[in-house]
């Protein structure tokens, strides 16, 4: 990832500007620590801080067409550019960035070249020749954008929030799988698949072309020149991606650059359920895998750090952003920038738990058409920033355009959660992969139940959060809570303790506007709630509330520890070892 910033039409191209524009900029230098680069034409900026993963030698941005009168910043990786390139023959290109595709293509096609582009990114492009722009953001959100306006009729476009507040009068999250045109003065539409309409499909589920588009969505983002590795909490999506990733890496330049072995990243509380079944996964693929512990004070003395970063209020978002947010942090000290991890599948296929409880298919497909839409507010905010405040990419294969194409296309009905069927959570990613001769992996880690990141963790983990904000949050307080925060008021102590949290750093109205809000059960939309009667007593977004569906607190197929649950006294990582990683003279302490 990469962090970008542009302000247009400000109005003073003085040499005061280019200096504030600079200071705005470096406070997306976490993003990209590699370089920075800013292009000037009159009154308009475009900064860029660059986290080098494709051609880091050569691909400094802004990037620009032959004679430069296209200039475009970049956050994001442009899967297909090879193709696209063969396609733009007639142009010439200076580096063998990705991201260079951009600039030529809307010199070639307009801004109706968008949907060509299989990535996740977000960008800005200057055509000097008019000073016209246009912004965009990819299918889904995986990247975050802001965009805000200021007083001197100038707009301001950032990766992150932090980069505009400031300066601007209002600002507001840019929609995912929009572009915004200067010409039009407001936004258009470039993604319009089906399942947007919640139109209810009607495909048979194929399970093999099922798993086929997801093998090719986890191949494409294989595509590196850096080291990299798999998130791996041993709950099915990570294991998948972990699985799919280790059979296909051999014969990739990634694997004649850095080798075969596949690297692995959990994180957890010592005994907690996800580093268990992780190891498990871990010994049974062969990678080189690396467990990260940490405390429930670990993970409190980061709370700070973590809202400044992921830039939100959301329970949720932060329960599950501080774990990430600290292995972030560990596997950037290894030397790695890029990981892959299984963001979205829950989404797509109505894995959370709270999904038992739907009447119907049509209102099963609903749901997962809501989840998906709100993706950028939650999972994707959480998965892009806490890893980015380290300067470490992550890619999520589950939200690859095409694999998203054909998980919307099933009927409803076999995605239906129906146990007197042997149909859990999921079944039908999960019977994809249910290979009895070439097994993807063992049977208890294919079939073991899900696991939200903030319980998988360990259980004791958002106890010590609530009992952490219990300490520092009054009754008195929360009396008076309406009045002091009128907008989206916290109806817990721990959403309240996030909140005066976030209001320090972003006090702005355009702030908390930015967050969303309502009843939530298990990470349900407010209308879900309506499934069970009982939920609107019990609004709690962990996994555990969705009462009478979770089997229990450990999967009894996994081994047992007295120390599950239980936060550690002290954190002890794994004895260092050097692992060779493909390359001489280049190797990974674990």
């Not at 999967?555 to 120390?563: E, Y």
Request: glycine share 8%; aromatic share 10%.
């Amino acid at each position: 990832m990469c962090g970008i910033l542009a302000v247009l039409g400000c109005s003073d191209d003085s040499q005061a500007k280019r200096v504030r524009v600079l200071e705005l900029s470096r406070r997306l230098k976490h993003r990209g620590p590699d370089w920075s680069g800013l292009h000037q034409f009159g009154d308009c900026f475009l900064a860029h801080q660059r986290l080098a993963v494709i051609d880091p030698a050569s691909g400094d941005q802004p990037l620009y067409n032959e004679d430069k009168t296209m200039v475009v910043t970049v956050n994001g990786e442009i899967y297909n550019h090879e193709d696209l390139r063969k396609r733009l023959s007639n142009h010439k290109f200076r580096t063998g960035s990705d991201c260079e595709v951009i600039a030529h293509l809307y010199e070639e096609y307009g801004d109706s070249f968008v949907d060509m582009l299989d990535g996740m990114f977000s960008f800005v492009l200057l055509d000097t020749r008019d000073s016209s722009f246009i912004a965009a953001r990819d299918a889904i959100g995986i990247t975050p954008l802001y965009i805000g306006w200021g007083l001197d009729g100038s707009v301001w476009i950032s990766s992150e929030m932090k980069g505009l507040n400031d300066d601007c009068e209002h600002f507001e999250v840019s929609p995912p799988g929009c572009l915004y045109s200067s010409k039009e003065g407001g936004y258009k539409r470039w993604y319009n698949p089906t399942w947007y309409s919640e139109t209810i499909p009607s495909l048979p589920y194929d399970p093999l072309a099922l798993r086929k588009a997801f093998e090719n969505a986890v191949i494409k983002r294989l595509m590196t020149d850096v080291p990299f590795g798999v998130l791996l909490s041993g709950g099915l999506d990570s294991s998948l991606v972990a699985a799919v990733t280790a059979r296909h890496l051999a014969g990739t330049k990634a694997a004649e650059q850095w080798g075969t072995q596949l690297h692995s990243f959990c994180v957890g509380l010592e005994g907690s359920p996800d580093l268990l079944a992780a190891r498990k996964v871990a010994d049974y693929l062969g990678t080189v895998h690396h467990e990260f512990h940490f405390t429930v004070q670990d993970g409190i003395d980061a709370i700070e750090d973590v809202i400044y970063h992921i830039e939100t209020y959301d329970v949720t978002t932060i329960r599950a952003s501080i774990p990430m947010f600290l292995m972030a942090r560990k596997i950037k000290s290894l030397g790695v920038k890029m990981v892959i991890s299984g963001e979205g599948s829950d989404e797509l296929f109505g894995g959370y738990l709270y999904f038992h409880k739907a009447p119907n298919k049509e209102e099963f497909h609903r749901e997962t058409c809501r989840k998906i839409k709100a993706l950028h507010q939650y999972d994707c905010l959480r998965a892009n920033k806490a890893t980015s405040a380290w300067g470490l990419e992550v890619r999520v294969p589950f939200l690859d355009k095409e694999f998203i194409k054909v998980a919307m296309s099933i009927d409803p009905e076999y995605k239906m959660i129906k146990p007197d069927m042997g149909r859990i959570e999921k079944w039908v990613l999960r019977k994809a992969f249910d290979d009895e001769e070439n097994p993807y992996l063992p049977k208890h880690i294919l079939y073991r139940q899900k696991e939200q990141f903030s319980d998988g963790v360990g259980y004791s983990w958002i106890d010590g959060l609530k009992a952490h904000a219990a300490e520092h949050v009054t009754d008195k307080m929360m009396q008076n809570a309406q009045h002091i925060y009128p907008h989206n008021t916290p109806a817990t102590k721990e959403a309240y303790c996030y909140r005066m949290i976030f209001e320090r750093f972003f006090p702005q109205n355009s702030a908390r506007m930015t967050v969303p809000g309502g009843p939530s059960v298990a990470c349900s939309t407010a209308k879900a709630i309506e499934w069970d009667a009982q939920w609107s007593n019990n609004l709690d977004p962990s996994g555990r509330a969705a009462l009478g569906v979770h089997s229990s607190a450990y999967d009894p197929l996994l081994p047992t520890s007295s120390a599950i649950g239980n936060a550690p006294a002290k954190v002890v990582n794994k004895k260092p070892r050097m692992v060779e990683v493909g390359t001489p003279g280049l190797a990974i302490s674990t």
